[in-house]
């Protein structure tokens, strides 16, 4: 028997927190009331949102236990559910990482007790593996390399519209629109969103899962109350990205084989990588930076946030960020890579924690809003089970330490000392030849 709700949600943000969000929502109350805003349609060819891409690395490779625990968790389900299986493809990572990084993944897999198909091999060993593709690699201070064949890739945007066609199926209600503002009642309690055009849309339940966007939409909905606010829980990030369509020219093996993450050279910055996509004989790049985009708000109010333009300039890719992923190139495919095509440059805008840890929580400062976003650069993985943990916190039932975890107000670390933190700011890249 359907369980009973009486709530009724706005969701505003169709990137993965938001479509799980609906979906475990409709799956679990078929009656409620749950309409999905998002200023893309849900079948635009391109969108804002991080989780649009062409492909997503999906892994359980963490020095996290918590998100290690939870890559195997939703890896049953890409592997499994009929649902999300014909997108995911388990094609492994080779990790060139530096940092003692495979040893610690190793032994969280030992803690968890479970058995999977990784390994470490010396740099030697690890060349000739996958028909000798990163043979000609940067492994400059690498000691040994992560194998992971239990690991790979998602075809990001089909998986993204698959489960929205079938959130609405199942009776989530999309609306198209540009969400300006929260509305509040008199005491401040969040009672729905108003669009650009003016109409007005309530429910009892207000969930933000609107990204890198999420600073500024809370600024806007009140700029003089700043509990409101973001402050320094969340800043507006980006990283480049670009596809290398390799066509015939090229051997199968490179588009056909793993994901590749590398963090060579390290003082550049967290990561570079490539992710494969047979289908279009393609292989996606993404490039080391990381960076922000400071503006003052006509509040007065200084923070980072998207580009202004309906689609965050996305497409619009200064020089220095186009050479930011073509350095990617040599570094993992070396001289075997060196004609490869770069060709659509993307930037991609996310919300990033201090801790790299998401936001899942009720805002303490409205009663009735909740936000679910701030995937940090490596949420996208976790889509078939986010909305899980979204119902959880709404119905209070979610795990103590994972509440304390993803909290609205929690204790945020320091940020000069962590590669993943923005310090370089888009205009200035912009300016750069
Ligand atoms: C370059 C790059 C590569 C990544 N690679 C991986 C990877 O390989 N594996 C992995 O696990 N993670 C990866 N991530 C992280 C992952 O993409 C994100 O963590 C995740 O997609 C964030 O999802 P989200 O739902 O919070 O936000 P988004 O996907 O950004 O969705 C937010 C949505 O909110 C909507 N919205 C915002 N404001 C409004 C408004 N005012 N009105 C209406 N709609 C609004 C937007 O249109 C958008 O659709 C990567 C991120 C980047 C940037």
Not at 61 to 89: C, K, Q
Not at 218 to 245: C, W, Y
Not at 381 to 402: C, N
């Amino acid at each position: 028997m359907a369980a009973e709700t009486p709530d009724s949600y706005v969701i505003v943000g169709a990137g993965v927190f938001g479509a799980s969000t609906a979906l475990h929502l409709i799956r679990k109350y078929p009656n409620a009331s749950v309409t999905l805003v998002d200023r893309n349609a849900f079948d635009a060819p391109t969108k804002v949102a991080a989780s649009w891409d062409w492909n997503k690395v999906v892994r359980s490779d963490y020095n996290d236990i918590v998100y290690t625990s939870m890559g195997l968790e939703a890896r049953e389900i890409w592997s499994n559910d009929p649902l999300w299986s014909p997108f995911y493809h388990e094609s492994g990572i080779y990790w060139i990482s530096a940092t003692g990084f495979a040893q610690q993944v190793l032994d969280n897999f030992k803690k968890l007790g479970v058995k999977a198909d990784l390994y470490s091999l010396s740099v030697d060993e690890a060349r000739k593996q996958y028909d000798g593709i990163f043979d000609t690699a940067d492994y400059t201070n690498i000691k040994e390399v992560l194998i992971n064949k239990s690991s790979g890739w998602a075809a990001a945007k089909d998986v993204l519209q698959r489960v929205l066609e079938e959130a609405i199926k199942l009776g989530v209600k999309y609306v198209a629109a540009e969400v300006q503002t929260l509305e509040f009642d008199t005491d401040g309690n969040c009672t729905g969103v108003k669009t650009s055009t003016g109409q007005s849309i309530g429910a009892s339940r207000i969930i933000l899962s609107t990204g890198a966007f999420t600073p500024k939409l809370l600024v806007e909905s009140d700029p003089k109350r700043t509990e409101l606010h973001a402050g320094g829980r969340i800043i507006a990030a980006a990283v480049t990205e670009a596809t290398s369509r390799l066509g015939d020219n090229v051997s199968p093996k490179f588009y056909n084989g793993p994901v590749c993450i590398q963090e060579v050279p390290p003082e550049r910055g967290a990561s570079n990588g490539a992710v494969p996509h047979p289908q279009d004989k393609m292989v996606k790049f993404w490039g080391q930076w990381i960076f922000k985009n400071t503006q003052t708000h006509s509040s007065g109010l200084e923070f980072s946030m998207p580009p202004q333009q309906a689609d965050y300039a996305q497409w619009d890719v200064p020089k220095a960020l186009q050479d930011d992923v073509r350095f990617a190139n040599p570094c993992i495919f070396g001289e075997q890579g060196k004609d490869f095509p770069m060709d659509q440059f993307r930037i991609c805008w996310e919300a990033l924690t201090p801790s790299e840890d998401f936001i899942i929580s009720p805002h303490p400062a409205s009663k009735n809003l909740y936000i679910a976003t701030c995937g940090s650069f490596h949420g996208w993985k976790f889509f078939p089970i986010l909305g899980k943990y979204v119902v959880q916190m709404l119905e209070q039932t979610l795990d103590k330490s994972l509440q304390d975890k993803w909290a609205w107000d929690r204790e945020l670390p320091a940020t000069h000392d962590n590669v993943m933190w923005p310090k370089k700011e888009l205009r200035d890249l912009a300016k750069a030849t």
